[in-house]
């Protein structure tokens, strides 16, 4: 079945830093989207990007399809980045079923 | 975005009684998706649904039903609860982009 690969598994940030976070996946996706867990649980989705480059405020996706990799960039992190990302991917195109990766667990200090 | 609602959004049961989780999303999503997440870990697809009266098996459905009555309403029904099904629920609805409800956390004693 469909892997989908994270990293790294967890980053520890000085405030001001950015971070670069990595999924790999096995087969091509159809449909990829990611995600970013508050500490408390609510999960919210932040991009829903199966190709290209997209930004919002700070944080910036890149998808690369034919090399089946996509990246989460988070510019001058603060410590309210803190919490969980995970990506998600769907490789089929006629069920939209996703399956998530184990996440990225950042912790920005200040 | 889309309004997804959990309820409860904690739960206590004991082992082998009935535990029904509930769903409602407000957006006239088609499909909607029962997951799991365990402590330290990604999402896991329970079922999901792509309408009113459809169900499907996702890739952990075993001890697990659901019902979707309305297009709005998603159940999550454990006929007779374990331990092994302590976890957080999460519901989502949407197609290409999924929204996520809160959670519930259930604890099986």
């Known amino acids: 079945g469909q892997q989908v690969q994270q990293s790294p598994a967890s980053l520890v940030l000085q405030e001001g830093e950015n971070a670069e976070l990595q999924c790999n996946f096995s087969?091509?996706?159809?449909?990829l989207q990611w995600f970013y867990q508050h500490p408390g649980g609510r999960l919210v989705s932040l991009f829903y990007?199966?190709?290209g480059t997209k930004h919002t405020g700070r944080l910036t996706s890149t998808t690369v399809t034919n090399e089946r990799r996509s990246s989460l960039h988070i510019s001058s992190s603060q410590t309210t980045d803190s919490g969980t990302y995970f990506c998600a991917i769907d490789h089929n195109t006629g069920n939209y079923k996703y399956v998530f990766g184990a996440g990225t667990r950042l912790k920005v200090i200040a | 975005e889309a309004a997804v609602t959990q309820s409860p959004r904690n739960k206590v049961a004991v082992t082998g009684g009935k535990v029904t989780l509930s769903c409602n999303q407000t957006n006239n999503h088609n499909n909607m998706y029962w997951y799991r997440q365990d402590t330290g870990h990604g999402l896991r697809l329970i079922h999901y649904?792509?309408?009113?009266?459809?169900?499907e098996k996702g890739d952990i459905p075993d001890g697990y039903k659901a019902s979707r009555p309305s297009q709005e309403n998603f159940s999550l029904i454990l006929e007779l609860a374990t331990p092994s099904q302590t976890s957080v629920y999460f519901c989502?609805?949407?197609?290409?982009?999924?929204?996520f409800g809160p959670g519930t956390r259930l604890t099986v004693l």
């Open positions: 990007n199966p190709s």
């Open positions: 087969s091509t996706a159809t449909r």
């Open positions: 649904s792509y309408g009113a009266g459809s169900t």
């Open positions: 989502a609805s949407g197609t290409g982009e999924q929204y």
